[in-house]
T-cell receptor
Framework: KAGVTQTPRYLIKTRGQQVTLSCSPI?????VSWYQQTPGQGLQFLFE???????NKGNFPGRFSGRQFSNSRSEMNVSTLELGDSALYLC??????????????FGPGTRLTVL | AQSVTQLDSQVPVFEEAPVELRCNYS??????LFWYVQYPNQGLQLLLK??????LVKGINGFEAEFNKSQTSFHLRKPSVHISDTAEYFC??????????FGKGTRLHILP
């Protein structure tokens, strides 16, 4: 079974631009969660989608948004990029929603650099 | 509100020596507890998880952790580390039905 895939793996953008990151979960998984990982703040929860509905949201500004499609693939969008948005963005999938007993499986991440 | 504290940001240990990575959490209700490992340039991989039942949890790669409710701790241990255990380790907590909160991570350095 293929694991969680994220595209692109690396991305360089400039301040003010917007970016879209993609995550394909493990086949059959309906939950996709997104995390931002930085050296200073560690792993921070962005949001979770389950069956195309946002189920949970972290404390990030509205510039961060996401969606999930009927095939469970998810996209995350960041508008008006700031230097502080430079980070590794990780996506994780699971059968049931977070907060259940199911294991989350992580993708390799997208490394976003904002210049 | 949930929170997780990993008391050591870095832990150096000699190869074949035992190691303990410490994790304390706070939560107002029953919790699920996790340890994840992140190898360089990779995503996170689940080592083990505590959901209920036995307080000693065994995971992959020879790791185990003990849930201590009175001390609100979930320390990770391995009796003998290998150079391949060099990685960053994350403790995490979730309330049933809620999102997962991660600690800041502990870098494990294996010394030859």
């Amino acid at each position: 079974k293929a694991g969680v895939t994220q595209t692109p793996r690396y991305l360089i953008k400039t301040r003010g631009q917007q970016v879209t990151l993609s995550c394909s979960p493990i086949s059959g998984h309906r939950s996709v969660s997104w995390y931002q990982q930085t050296p200073g703040q560690g792993l921070q929860f962005l949001f979770e989608y389950f069956s195309e509905t946002q189920r949970n949201k972290g404390n990030f500004p509205g510039r961060f948004s996401g969606r999930q499609f009927s095939n469970s693939r998810s996209e995350m969008n960041v508008s008006t990029l700031e230097l502080g948005d430079s980070a590794l963005y990780l996506c994780a999938s699971s059968l049931a929603s977070t907060g259940s007993t199911d294991t989350q499986y992580f993708g390799p991440g997208t490394r976003l650099t904002v210049l | 509100a949930q929170s997780v504290t990993q008391l050591d940001s870095q832990v150096p240990v000699f190869e074949e020596a035992p190691v303990e990575l410490r994790c304390n959490y706070s939560s107002s209700v029953s919790v699920y507890l996790f340890w994840y490992v992140q190898y360089p340039n990779q995503g996170l991989q689940l080592l083990l998880k505590y959901l209920s039942g036995s307080t000693l949890v065994k995971g992959i790669n020879g790791f185990e952790a003990e849930f201590n409710k009175s001390q609100t701790s979930f320390h990770l241990r391995k009796p003998s580390v290998h150079i391949s255990d060099t990685a960053e380790y994350f403790c995490a907590v979730s309330d049933p039905g809620d999102k997962i909160i991660f600690g800041k991570g502990t870098r494990l350095h294996i010394l030859p």
